[in-house]
Nanobody, 127 residues
């Protein structure tokens, strides 16, 4: 099992930046493909970005391409999401997720593919 804790959320003005972190427990962080999802009030949880076990493969939702960057540091058991040029529509609770995979290049982009979830961190972008 792995436990995930997000941090780095907050209130930011439109056009600003934030870096979210997802810290994972355990010694096998590099066995998990990881992802970021977000959920705005009244909406379903949606995919934001994903990264493979050793970071060689990434995937982004079209709405964040060129604006958000996902990365991971397996030595620190931590995944990151750098968010730039934020817009009010990016306001949501951001969750990180983990799924144990054999393939080092596998990425997962749907909620159902992930077994472990963090509690989330609130990101609020003011206009």
């Amino acid at each position: 099992q792995v436990q995930l804790v997000e941090s780095g959320g907050g209130l930011v003005q439109a056009g600003g930046s934030l870096r979210l972190s997802c810290a994972a427990s355990g010694r096998t962080f590099n066995s998990y493909t990881m992802g970021w999802f977000r959920q705005a009030p009244g909406k379903e949880r949606e995919f934001v970005a994903a990264i493979s076990r050793v970071g060689g493969n990434t995937r982004y939702a079209d709405s964040v391409k060129g604006r958000f960057t996902i990365s991971r540091d397996n030595a620190k058991n931590t995944m990151y999401l750098d968010m730039n040029r934020l817009k009010p529509e990016h306001t949501a609770v951001y969750h990180c997720a983990a799924d144990r995979r054999m393939s080092t290049l596998a990425v997962a982009t749907t909620v159902n593919e992930y077994d472990y979830w963090g509690q989330g961190t609130q990101v609020t972008v003011s206009s």
